[in-house]
């Protein structure tokens, strides 16, 4: 089994450290899941960068993973999530991106599973405006996936991850818990295992002002200044598993 990921900082595994800094992340777990359902080696490949928006994802990153040799069984996509909140963004551009990934992928022999990203609007300053863009560009999405025969795991549509416990701290990315339901929900799709459950009840999270002006002062102006200086805070970051890496069973993916 040969299981490649392109995609932005969900795919990449931000929020979900490890004891030494990497990150972890659900298509990590992907493949660790996949090893142990079929108690053999997976080889994996992962060339996520976080910040990323859809064009290059689809272009430099699937054309990495096409020149692999030998091609991936399977590629999980999920890309959009950067776009979505920049102004002025043309969703239909993104919906015929993907189409060319997915035509691009049947053309190579490749199976795609689609996902859309978690919703974090609740907790995000103009969380509405940009939960609307997401459900439509989710829907299309969907469309898509029906039209090419593509798995689609529908993570926008999940009620369960929105809870707060699955967030971290920037209330953008999720935590290792969300990285972890996420995982359960692909490998589900894939036919490994159940559907993951609902985690069980917790009392709401109740933010206090200092919470609040923390959270603006650490993570909403540092965003704001990234945008207004045109960079990203991927820029001078390189994929994590850009060729194919060993994943053993019972072993978790470790950073080289």
């Given at each position: ?135 439509y560009l989710t829907a299309g999405i969907a469309g898509l996936c029906e039209r090419y025969d593509v798995t689609f795991v529908n993570v926008f ?79 001078l970051l390189d994929p994590k598993y850009p060729t194919w890496h060993p994943v053993t069973p019972g072993t978790a993916t470790a950073a080289d």
């Amino acid at each position: 089994m040969r299981y490649a990921a392109i995609g932005d900082s969900f795919t990449e595994g931000v929020g979900d450290p490890r004891p030494d800094g990497t990150v972890r992340g659900w298509a990590d777990r992907v493949a660790e899941g996949l090893s142990a359902a079929l108690g053999e080696p997976v080889e994996y490949a992962n060339l996520a960068i976080r910040g990323r928006l859809l064009r290059p994802i689809v272009t430099e990153q699937l054309d990495a993973v096409l020149a692999l040799d030998p091609l991936p069984d399977v590629l999980t996509l999920n890309g959009g999530g950067n776009d979505m909140l920049r102004p002025g963004v043309r969703l239909d551009d993104l919906l015929a991106l993907t189409e060319s990934a997915f035509r691009r992928c049947a053309d190579a022999g490749v199976r795609v599973v689609a996902l859309s990203g978690a919703d974090p609007t609740a907790q995000l300053p103009l969380g509405r405006v940009v939960r609307r863009r997401g459900a439509y560009l989710t829907a299309g999405i969907a469309g898509l996936c029906e039209r090419y025969d593509v798995t689609f795991v529908n993570v926008f549509g999940d009620a369960e991850i929105r809870h707060p416990r699955y967030w971290s701290t920037d209330r953008l990315h999720l935590a290792a818990a969300g990285h972890e339901r996420v995982a359960g929900l692909v490998l589900h799709a894939l036919g490994h295992g159940p559907a993951p459950a609902p985690a069980p009840p917790v009392p709401p999270v109740l933010r206090s002002f200092a919470t609040t002006t923390r959270y603006y002062r650490e993570h909403v102006l540092p965003w704001v200044n990234r945008r207004l200086h045109g960079t990203s805070s991927g820029d001078l970051l390189d994929p994590k598993y850009p060729t194919w890496h060993p994943v053993t069973p019972g072993t978790a993916t470790a950073a080289d």
